[in-house]
């Protein structure tokens, strides 16, 4: 296994779910936009030290991203906005944005469909989708079953798993620890910015303490 | 149609750097300076003239942007209003010093005279004005909305920071966006510097109804920018045919007040709660 990411005493291998866990505050999305190059700090991504490059070249470099609250292009159709995400060639992008639509058949009903029109397991199924646009080989996922009804939680899960079978690595902040445990290799859990405790998904599920540090006591 | 092109160029600007630039209106008086400057010059056909001029006045955008408005976009709104009003009192006194404080007249697009067809009388300086506009109007549209510039220049408009995220080079989208904006307000000022002169201090008029065709037809709405300026040169053309120019104006003011009381997201604009 080689890491995709160093950030600090976090890390992510290729093919493996990382959960971020940690309560409101704990610095989980402040990681995850210094990881993409919103804030400063030392980042190795791939293999190499990342710090100098710019968000944009972070994304050539393989990093997707889906922030927490979903924040997908209003305005937007569900289509244009997996294009306008993608700087791939046009012939290869259209062909993309049809096997997103095919992977995501509740996009592809709707593919017309202005983003603000949809639902929000829908828009959050747009976000994921538009983060995988360019394969990326490492995505960063702020909350994605923040306000998500329980059937569309499953199926998220379901297809973050499913993502991590090509070697793509997540890295997946969560306060719901469970949810997120239930998918992940290793766990992280983050309080006022410090890893507090860190472990195999399993050892971190069995820790009577986790809910305690994730409230920062 | 001119004033079409304006608030056109006006929500363009607006939507990419997300604050209002007030050197917009010196912008179209700049275009419309061109163009008298730049045809006596040379003696150019307007048909030479126009592109040019859209050219200069691009390239006057790109220096606004990365002036006036791209060093400040981490600062607060404020920072640019107060930017861009500074550049367009530079746009404003320079234009009065060079042209000595006088109006003119910018060269006809299609010559003098008028055509009749049908029994209707068509001059051909406004048909022309329609005709360019709509052509424009299309172009944009298309641009917009069937091109990947388009498409990430809207994502950009939407949101930045998520722009940026997905690898959208942000700068480079803000900065064509102004080139747009400009080369749309030059035209305009090109075809309004025939029919209404060009005076420098007509800048502030232009903004204002820019201004209020965007805030009419819904913040940030293109095609709400469009119909907003259209229903405010329709508007004014009638009520001011029936009661005199002092009457349209106070009665435009009027009904927008009136759209903004009862409907504060204008016309075509999204009501804030539907936002995604």
């Not at chain 1, 997540?170 to 306060?175: C, M, N, R, S």
């Not at chain 2, 000022?189 to 005076?199: I, K, M, R, S």
Request: hydrophobic share 55%.
């Amino acid at each position: 296994m080689s890491a995709v990411l160093e950030i600090g005493e976090v890390s992510v291998e290729a093919g493996e779910i990382v959960a971020l866990l940690g309560g409101n505050g704990a610095g989980k999305t402040t990681l995850l936009e210094t990881v993409l190059g919103f804030h400063s700090g030392r980042v190795m991504l791939f293999g190499r030290d990342a710090s100098a490059l710019t968000v944009e070249q972070r994304v050539q470099a393989g990093v997707g991203y889906v922030p927490e609250g979903r924040r997908v292009f209003a305005g937007l159709t569900v289509r244009e906005n997996l294009e306008a995400s993608s700087s791939l060639p046009a012939r290869q992008r259209r062909q993309r944005v049809e096997e997103m639509l095919a992977l995501f058949p509740m996009l592809g009903e709707r593919p017309e469909a202005r983003a603000w029109l949809l639902s929000g397991g829908q828009q959050q199924m747009l976000a994921l989708a538009r983060a995988m646009m360019d394969r990326p080989r490492l995505l960063l996922l702020d909350e994605p079953t923040l306000g998500l009804a329980p059937v569309v939680v499953v199926d998220l899960l379901r297809r973050l798993g499913a993502m991590t079978a090509d070697g793509t690595a997540i890295l997946l902040a969560e306060q719901r620890a469970a949810l997120a445990l239930s998918i992940a290799r290793r766990g992280v859990v983050l309080s006022r910015g410090q890893v507090v405790r860190r472990g195999s998904a399993a050892e971190l599920a069995a820790d009577p303490m986790l809910a305690d540090l994730m409230a920062g006591a | 149609m001119a004033y079409a092109l304006v608030a056109l160029g006006f929500v363009l600007a607006l939507n990419a750097s997300g604050a209002v630039n007030f050197a917009h209106g010196d912008l179209v008086v700049l275009g419309g300076a061109v163009a008298v400057f730049v045809g006596l010059a040379t003696g150019l056909p307007a048909v030479l003239l126009l592109p040019l001029v859209a050219l200069a006045i691009g390239v006057v955008g790109i220096l606004a942007a990365r002036i006036a408005i791209l060093p400040l976009a981490s600062r607060p709104p404020e920072a640019t209003f107060v930017a861009t009003i500074a550049l367009a009192a530079i746009i404003e006194q320079s234009l009065t010093i060079a042209m000595a404080g006088a109006p003119r007249t910018a060269p006809p697009i299609a010559g003098s005279g008028s055509f009749e067809i049908a029994g209707l009388v068509l001059g051909r300086q406004p048909l022309a004005i329609v005709v360019l506009g709509a052509v424009l109007v299309a172009a944009v549209w298309f641009l917009l909305e069937r091109t990947q510039t388009g498409r990430r220049m809207r994502a950009v408009a939407a949101d930045r920071h998520m722009a940026r995220a997905v690898g959208i080079p942000v700068g480079r989208y803000v900065i064509l966006s102004l080139a747009l904006a400009g080369a749309l307000a030059g035209v305009a000022g090109f075809l309004l510097g025939h029919q209404f002169l060009v005076a420098p201090t007509q800048g502030a008029g232009h903004m204002l109804k820019a201004y209020i065709a965007v805030a009419l037809g819904g913040w940030g709405s293109v095609p709400g920018a469009l119909l907003g300026a259209l229903g405010i040169g329709i508007f004014e053309t009638f009520v001011a045919a029936r009661f005199g120019d002092a009457w349209a104006s106070a009665a435009l003011y009027i009904c927008v007040l009136a759209v903004l009381v009862l409907r504060p997201q204008g016309l075509f604009g999204e009501p804030v709660g539907r936002r995604a």
